[in-house]
């Protein structure tokens, strides 16, 4: 042979073992990767799903590390491999023996469930890329931040001689991953958590889908008047024929603190929704709250909340601003409402003409009501509990009383369960029929002179 066919020789030799240096070095003590291969095939990479990619790398957990290798039975671990010494000179064999030689490296795993470069099952043995390739090359994937890595992306380092790799599944806390990779012949190939230094960097298989997307929902609000309420529809597409929430705010957007929210439910029928939706119970009715019916202009803002409760969107024609008189003012004979404390509670003596209830507990037991030597003592708040009246219902726990204090949110009141509660439904029917006393509720009991829930 010539000396130039002896070089040629020579330069096929090295170019043989270069590329079988692919393999993964993360266990002191192992030989490292010389990985200055590259491929130049074009990149038609298939489209594959984040959970098909994961469900591959999950198959191949428990096998062993195969140096230079990548094969593993997604359907049987009959013949996980055995391992022994120290890569590159570690050996391999079917164990069992007589079964197939089955196991992987970092860099060959990693390939197997990216299918790259294209498609084919992981039994048959590939390892088309060292780490050196996955650090450096964009032919089949790209790099990416960290704080972007979703389940089936990868983590890579290649440094010199060395190099790993793994399949990223997802953030544990504490700077940890949760991570598939085949990390080293005394390991095998694994799924557990553990760090990740700043060699590492993310990358992304080209092609790759999420799953699970996530239709917002939609609707809107067709209607904001002062008599006849609220009226509209919510609707998403992933709840299909379910209802979901509505959000109502009040003088501010839902992303403010200042701003007053009212849930609901769209699930009223409307026939009219059939052929938009495709099905009918999606529809919301609400009062506008008589605390909003004061004469001033106020922004009513309206959002549905998708089946997962992880977003909200605006409705269409939100937000809309309504203008209302004041609220139907009580009797002329009501006395103002100013009691110092609950009727329902022991302290200072009321003045009887602080509440219609204080005013009957007081024609019982004057005391009640004396500032001077008496005091608002248990006997008082007895009274206030027991007497039939103007108290029925006032202190929670009576006879006759309500479910809840009407000065508190909790379930809807029925309005026959005391004065108060009949003062407020005639007000606002909705304490009284959407199956919540809500927050709106009580700040109209606290308002309200037939209701004892001390100075608002």
């Given at each position: 042979?010539?000396?130039?066919?002896?070089?040629?020789?020579?330069?096929?030799?090295?170019?043989?073992?270069?590329?079988?240096?692919?393999?993964?070095?993360?266990?002191?003590?192992?030989s490292?990767?010389?990985?200055?291969?590259?491929?130049?095939?074009?990149?038609?990479?298939?489209?594959?799903s984040?959970?098909?990619?994961?469900?591959?790398?999950?198959?191949?957990?428990?096998?062993?590390?195969?140096?230079?290798?990548?094969?593993?039975?997604?359907?049987?671990?009959?013949?996980?491999?055995?391992?022994?010494?120290?890569?590159?000179?570690?050996?391999?064999?079917?164990?069992p023996?007589g079964?197939?030689?089955?196991?992987?490296?970092?860099?060959?795993?990693v390939?197997?469930?990216?299918?790259?470069?294209?498609?084919?099952?992981?039994?048959?043995d590939?390892?088309?890329y060292?780490?050196?390739?996955?650090?450096?090359?964009?032919?089949?994937?790209?790099?990416?931040?960290?704080?972007?890595?979703?389940?089936?992306?990868?983590?890579?380092?290649?440094?010199?001689?060395?190099?790993?790799?793994?399949?990223?599944?997802?953030?544990?806390?504490?700077?940890k991953?949760?991570?598939?990779?085949?990390?080293?012949?005394?390991?095998?190939?694994?799924?557990?958590?553990?760090?990740?230094?700043?060699?590492?960097?993310?990358?992304?298989?080209?092609?790759?889908?999420?799953?699970?997307?996530?239709?917002?929902?939609?609707?809107?609000?067709?209607?904001a008047?002062?008599d006849?309420?609220?009226?509209?529809?919510?609707?998403?597409?992933?709840?299909?024929?379910?209802?979901?929430?509505?959000?109502?705010?009040?003088?501010?957007p839902?992303?403010?603190?200042?701003?007053?929210?009212?849930?609901?439910?769209?699930?009223?029928?409307?026939?009219?929704?059939?052929?938009?939706?495709?099905?009918?119970?999606?529809?919301?009715?609400?009062?506008?709250?008589?605390?909003?019916?004061?004469?001033?202009?106020?922004?009513?803002?309206?959002?549905?909340?998708?089946?997962?409760?992880?977003?909200?969107?605006?409705?269409?024609?939100?937000?809309?601003?309504?203008?209302?008189?004041?609220?139907?003012?009580?009797?002329?004979?009501?006395?103002?409402?100013?009691?110092?404390?609950?009727?329902?509670?022991?302290?200072?003596?009321?003045?009887?003409?602080?509440?219609?209830?204080?005013?009957?507990?007081?024609?019982?037991?004057?005391?009640?009501?004396?500032?001077?030597?008496?005091?608002?003592?248990?006997?008082?708040?007895?009274?206030?509990?027991?007497?039939?009246?103007?108290?029925?219902?006032?202190?929670?726990?009576?006879?006759?009383?309500?479910?809840?204090?009407?000065?508190?949110?909790?379930?809807?009141?029925s309005?026959?369960?005391?004065?108060?509660?009949?003062?407020?439904?005639?007000?606002?029917?909705?304490?009284?029929?959407?199956?919540?006393?809500?927050?709106?509720?009580?700040?109209?009991?606290?308002?309200?002179?037939?209701?004892?829930?001390?100075?608002?």
């Amino acid at each position: 042979m010539s000396a130039h066919g002896i070089k040629q020789g020579l330069v096929g030799l090295a170019l043989l073992l270069l590329a079988i240096s692919s393999a993964c070095a993360v266990q002191v003590g192992e030989s490292g990767e010389d990985e200055s291969l590259g491929t130049t095939e074009e990149a038609v990479t298939a489209s594959m799903s984040r959970g098909e990619i994961i469900a591959l790398g999950a198959s191949g957990v428990g096998y062993s590390y195969w140096w230079g290798h990548g094969r593993w039975d997604p359907a049987s671990k009959s013949y996980p491999g055995k391992c022994s010494g120290s890569c590159g000179g570690c050996s391999h064999w079917a164990s069992p023996k007589g079964g197939p030689e089955y196991g992987a490296d970092c860099s060959g795993f990693v390939a197997q469930a990216w299918q790259v470069p294209g498609e084919g099952s992981p039994k048959v043995d590939r390892h088309p890329y060292s780490t050196y390739n996955f650090r450096y090359e964009k032919t089949h994937w790209y790099p990416i931040k960290k704080s972007e890595l979703k389940a089936g992306d990868a983590l890579v380092y290649n440094s010199g001689k060395k190099g790993h790799i793994v399949l990223f599944e997802s953030w544990t806390g504490g700077g940890k991953a949760m991570a598939y990779e085949c990390a080293g012949c005394k390991v095998g190939c694994i799924h557990k958590p553990r760090g990740f230094g700043s060699s590492y960097i993310a990358i992304r298989r080209k092609g790759v889908e999420d799953e699970a997307k996530n239709d917002p929902p939609k609707g809107q609000l067709e209607k904001a008047s002062c008599d006849d309420g609220l009226k509209g529809w919510a609707f998403d597409p992933d709840a299909g024929k379910g209802a979901v929430d509505v959000v109502l705010t009040f003088d501010g957007p839902i992303t403010s603190p200042k701003a007053k929210k009212l849930t609901l439910k769209a699930d009223e029928d409307r026939a009219d929704l059939a052929k938009k939706l495709g099905s009918t119970k999606h529809g919301f009715t609400a009062p506008i709250p008589a605390t909003l019916k004061d004469g001033k202009k106020h922004t009513l803002y309206a959002y549905a909340v998708d089946d997962q409760g992880k977003q909200t969107q605006l409705l269409t024609g939100a937000p809309r601003s309504v203008t209302c008189g004041p609220a139907p003012s009580t009797k002329a004979d009501d006395p103002p409402h100013a009691c110092g404390h609950s009727e329902c509670q022991t302290g200072g003596a009321l003045t009887k003409d602080c509440s219609p209830c204080a005013d009957q507990v007081c024609l019982i037991k004057p005391s009640c009501c004396d500032t001077q030597n008496g005091k608002w003592d248990a006997s008082c708040v007895d009274l206030a509990g027991e007497t039939v009246g103007a108290c029925r219902g006032v202190c929670a726990g009576g006879p006759s009383s309500c479910a809840h204090s009407e000065c508190d949110a909790g379930t809807a009141l029925s309005a026959s369960c005391s004065e108060c509660a009949a003062h407020v439904c005639k007000r606002d029917p909705f304490c009284c029929s959407s199956g919540k006393w809500d927050f709106i509720c009580a700040k109209e009991a606290k308002e309200d002179p037939w209701c004892s829930c001390g100075t608002p």
